[in-house]
Every structure is written in structure tokens, then in C-alpha cells.
């Protein structure tokens, strides 16, 4: 059972380690992202006026947000033909696989069997 807590702990302090530095990623660029916005305004604002530099830099932004909706609603995998190599694939021969689960739901999962893993140790010990 020891092996299997320290495991579950292994796999507890990975996943905190890349979630730290994921959100730590995340503000860098941010921040990158701010400072480069500024300078955009500067340079447009010096060449143009102050409402052509935020025309500017709006529209930059509503474009890529449209685009990162686009790629976000997009899925995972691309769509099978179901004619490869000269023969047919049968769908029948493989067992559907699970639709991937949202990582809010993974996260909730794991807390409740870390939660339950919890409470079997402690029965065990009384």
C-alpha cells in the first residue's frame, strides 16, 4: 500500500510542478503581452492619432480572439475515412472509445479518489 500512496504523491507533486509553471508561463506572457501592446500604441499613435493607434489594436485583438474560438471549437481528432491501405475499417471490430473529459472534471475525480484513498487509510489504522 506504501507504494501506491507514494505513487498517488509522485504523480500529486507532477502535476502541481506543471501547473505551476503552466500558470507562471501563462503570466510572463501576458505581461510580454501588455508591454508589447504599448509599444504598438506608441508606434501607431506617433505615425497616426491616438484613435487610429486603439483602431488598430482592437480589431488586432478581436481577430485573434475570433481565431482562438475557431481553434478552440474545433476537435481533437481528425475525421476517419475509413479506407486505408486497400481495406475497410469496421467499426465494429473496436470498442467506442470515452470522449475526453474536461480537465475540470479530471481535477474533481481525482480529489474524490484522492479524498477516498484518504479515508481507507485511516480506517485501516483504527
Known amino acids: 500500500m506504501t507504494g501506491f500512496v507514494s505513487a498517488i504523491q509522485d504523480r500529486a507533486r507532477q502535476a502541481a510542478r506543471a501547473t505551476a509553471f503552466s500558470v507562471m508561463g501563462v503570466v510572463f506572457g501576458l505581461v510580454g503581452l501588455g508591454f508589447l501592446t504599448v509599444a504598438l500604441w506608441i508606434v501607431v499613435a506617433n505615425h497616426e492619432s ?57 481535477i474533481a475525480e481525482g480529489f474524490a479518489v484522492g479524498m477516498q484513498a484518504g479515508r481507507a487509510m485511516r480506517e485501516e489504522r483504527d
Open 50 to 106: 491616438a484613435l487610429v493607434a486603439y483602431s488598430v489594436i482592437g480589431g488586432l485583438y478581436v481577430v485573434l480572439g475570433f481565431i482562438l474560438l475557431a481553434l478552440g471549437a474545433q476537435t481533437g481528432g481528425s475525421p476517419d475515412t475509413g479506407h486505408r491501405s486497400g481495406h475497410r475499417h469496421d467499426t465494429r471490430d473496436h470498442a467506442p472509445e470515452a470522449p475526453a473529459k474536461e480537465p475540470l472534471v479530471q
